[in-house]
């Protein structure tokens, strides 16, 4: 099992940025991929954005290809998300997500169902 850690949230006006962090520890050597959901309050959970652990191969929603950019550090364990050009639309509360199973490869990295362990959350919220 791997333990995930969300940091970097908090209230930003639009047009401003924020970098979210998230910390893994336990098995991560298991770690295939990580990725990035959120969820807005009434609304269902939705894919941000993910990276594959190994080859640093990246995937993005449409809805935040240009703005932002999913990074990870290796030796820290530790995936980036960082947000430019935010929009009041963006609030939510994030998500960190690691796929452990190699299930994002055979099915997508937007499916929910193929991460294995979650944190709890970091809250985003962009004001108009």
């Known amino acids: 099992q791997v333990q995930l850690v969300e940091s970097g949230g908090g209230l930003v006006q639009a047009g401003g940025s924020l970098r979210l962090s998230c910390a893994a520890s336990g098995r991560t050597l298991n770690i295939y991929a990580m990725g990035w959901f959120r969820q807005a309050p009434g609304k269902e959970r939705e894919f941000v954005a993910a990276i594959e652990w190994s080859g640093g191969k990246t995937f993005y929603a449409d809805s935040v290809t240009g703005r932002f950019t999913i990074s990870r550090d290796n030796a820290k364990n530790t995936v980036y998300l960082q947000m430019n050009s935010l929009k009041p639309e963006d609030t939510a509360v994030y998500y960190c997500?690691?796929?452990?199973?190699?299930?994002?490869?055979?099915?997508?990295?937007?499916?929910?169902?193929?991460?294995?362990?979650w944190g709890q959350g970091t809250q985003v919220t962009v004001s108009s």
């Open positions: 997500a690691s796929d452990s199973k190699k299930r994002t490869y055979y099915s997508s990295s937007s499916d929910s169902q193929a991460y294995d362990d």
